[in-house]
Structure formats: C-alpha cells, structure tokens
C-alpha cells in the first residue's frame, strides 16, 4: 500500500481552456503548456452531465445529466435527445447516473441497443436508493432516440433517507458474464459492515439482474447474495485493468481516498479504518491497524475527490498505457496512476479549469472529459488529444 499524505505536482500545468462553443474546432483548442502532452478541445455545453459512453459500432455518445436528461452526439456533432428515461430523484448528489452500453454490440448502424442505467430513485417517507435499469435503445431519426421496455433489475436496500453516496457506478466484465454495481453507504457508516443490505457494498449480477452464482455469500437470502466485496464508503470509478482484475475509486472522509483491488469476500474497512478523519476531526484509524482488512492500493490526503476513471489502452498516448487515468475534482485535474502488481504510485497529475466528474477514452484512443456541474462556467464536454495532432 502507499499512502500519499503530501503530493508533490509531477506536471504542474494551467490549463487555460478556451471559451466553449456549439462544437469542436481548431480555434477553441489551447495548448496545456509548455512540455505538455495533450492538446483540449471544447466540444460540446451539458447541463450537470455526470456520465458517459460511445456506442461501439457507430462511435456515437451518449451523456446524462442529472436532472433526468439523456442526450447523444454523433460523429458528425449531430446533437439528439433520448426519450422514455426514468423518473429520477434529484437533489444532493442524486439524480440520473450512469450510462453503459452491453457489450459487444458492434453494427454500424445506431438502431436497436441493450443499454443499462442507473437512477436515484424515490422512496415512502423522504427516502430514496439507487436503482439500475435495462432497456431498449431505438433510435428512428438522427436527432431522437428512445428507451424501450424499461425494467428495473436492481435496487439499493434499504432505501434511507439523505441524498449522498448513492455511488450507482456499472461495470461489465470482461467476458461479458456479469455486471457489478457499486452501491454506497448513503451517509449511514455502519450498513457498510452489515450484511443484510446491499449499502456500502460491490454486487455482482448477472446481465438480467439475478445474483451471480459463485458470489461469495450467494448461499444466502437477497440482498447478501449479491454481495462482491464490502466495507466501501463511496465508489464512483470501477473499471476492469487490462489482466481483468476490478478496480474501484473511492471517496474517503477529510482525507483517505482510495484506489482498491477488489477481491471477492473481501472488507474494504470503512466506517472502521481509513487514512482520513471525519470532517468534524474525530481521528479513524488507519489501515494499517487492521491487516485483516484489505488495504488501499494506494490512497490521497490531501484528497483528489475523484471521479470515474479508466484503464487506458488506446496508441493515442503510448506512454500511458496500462495505467489508470483519473478524473479528479479536488483540486481539479487529471491523475495518472501506475499500477504496480497490487500496488499503485502517482506519476503525473494535470490541473484544469474546473473539476473533472468523468472520462472515458474515446474510439481513437482520444480521452474525453465532463466536467462537473456544480463551477460557474463547467459543465462542458472537453477532449484531449497528444500535442501536435
């Protein structure tokens, strides 16, 4: 484990981001500085976007924004509206979450897709959970598309009442088998060590919904069976790397967030250990007195307050192959991160205009930004590519 208590910049750049407009050009494109890899381009205005994804046949994506809008752009900058997306809870840190394609859908033509979203959803009393859906993505004309055949195949239990730590990231696996959710501890601690929720936990299903057999606890009544890992805080990245092992990104207290390999079984030691406090300054101990629960693989204090993240493959940035490419919102920035066995080092970090809740890698190896909704003047789509392209 490594623990990074005071961060020294690798590659301090100011970002200075041209003013957006309707789509990308040459001339709202502004060099990072002086040495730096990447080039932004400012490509398209969201309103609080949160998620992201290409379809992999016809390279066109998709974003949500949290107050229940799902919108598209094609490859050619077409800008379209989904139709048939739920109702959502918005508030807090509620509202539409993430969006993913099933994988291995590759025609080149956007007509009929199996999608998955996730949603806070309300409930009786002032409460509310997280909730995962799949459904039909039919796109009849250009600029319209809808979801078709709706059904919800997971729920946060029990759903309590506040409006944090829904987490609600999706994760397909690599060979396509299972789906894994990361379900957060809504701001409650102690269900995270409580086996009779799904809150604070990873689950592991089947595409349908079902509780995957092979689960650690799948002997036992819902929602324990779907249980993956547990002991987690507020998961907003997961992401398989290239050898297919899971991987989280996680949200500490003051202090201690964390990047984790998830293991099946495992406790990720929250609310009883973490390398942070509580914001009101009441110490926690640190991992290292529990061995027996599993240790970070590496984790920030000061904070990054991450974002999504992912696992880079493309030939775009060569060098960055392998490792993990972080979305971070405090202080605002990108963070690259070597992946060493079971361990993890920071190599690199990369300031921005306004903090970065997303990011993907796009069809040609370009990464893609949002940013987050809550600066005056974010919320913009941005792309990064290698300097001099």
């Given at each position: ?10 590659s301090p750049l100011a970002l200075g981001l041209a003013s957006c407009g ?246 990720y030691g929250w609310p009883l250990v973490s390398n942070g406090v509580h ?111």
């Open positions: 484990m490594t623990t990074l208590r005071f961060l020294t910049l690798v309707e789509a990308a050009s040459g001339e709202n494109a502004r060099e990072t500085g002086s040495g730096a890899p990447f080039t932004i381009e400012v490509v398209q205005q969201f309103d609080e976007p949160w998620a992201m994804d290409f379809d992999e046949g016809t390279g066109t994506l998709f974003v949500t924004e949290m107050k229940g809008r799902l919108r598209f752009m094609r490859p050619d900058g077409t800008m379209g509206t989904v139709s048939g997306v739920p109702e959502v809870d918005y508030g807090g840190q509620g509202g539409l979450g993430d969006f993913v394609f099933a994988p291995g859908q590759t025609s080149d033509t956007l007509d009929r897709r199996t999608v998955y979203l996730s949603w806070a959803e309300a409930g009786d009393g002032n409460t509310r959970g997280a909730a995962v859906g799949r459904a039909n993505l039919v796109c009849a004309e250009p600029d319209a598309c809808a979801l078709e055949d709706l059904e919800v195949i997971w729920r946060q239990q029990p759903k309590v009442t506040g409006r944090g730590h829904y987490s609600h990231r999706i994760a397909f696996s690599p060979d396509r088998q299972h789906l894994f959710i990361s379900s957060g501890e809504r701001q409650k601690m102690s269900p995270a060590q409580d086996m009779t929720n799904n809150l604070g936990t990873i689950v592991r299903l089947d595409p349908d919904g079902t509780p995957a057999a092979g689960n650690p606890m799948a002997d036992k009544p819902a929602p324990t069976n779907q249980i993956w890992s547990y002991g987690h805080r507020n998961v907003l990245g997961l992401a398989f790397d290239p050898a297919g092992r899971l991987w989280d990104l996680e949200h500490g207290p003051r202090g201690g967030d964390e990047l984790n390999l998830v293991e099946p079984g495992r406790n914001y009101d300054g009441e110490a926690i101990p640190d991992h290292s007195t529990r061995p027996d629960l599993a240790a970070p693989a590496i984790s920030w204090d000061p904070v990054i307050a991450p974002g999504d993240f992912i696992f880079y493959t493309g030939d775009a940035f060569p060098e960055w192959k392998g490792e993990a490419v972080i979305a971070a919102m405090k202080p605002a920035g990108i963070v690259r991160v070597a992946i060493e066995g079971t361990s993890a080092r920071e190599v690199a970090r990369y300031p921005t205009e306004h903090r970065i809740r997303e990011i993907e890698q796009g069809p040609d190896g370009a990464i893609w930004l949002l940013e987050d909704g809550e600066e005056r003047g974010a919320s913009r789509l941005l792309k990064m590519v290698p300097t001099g392209r």
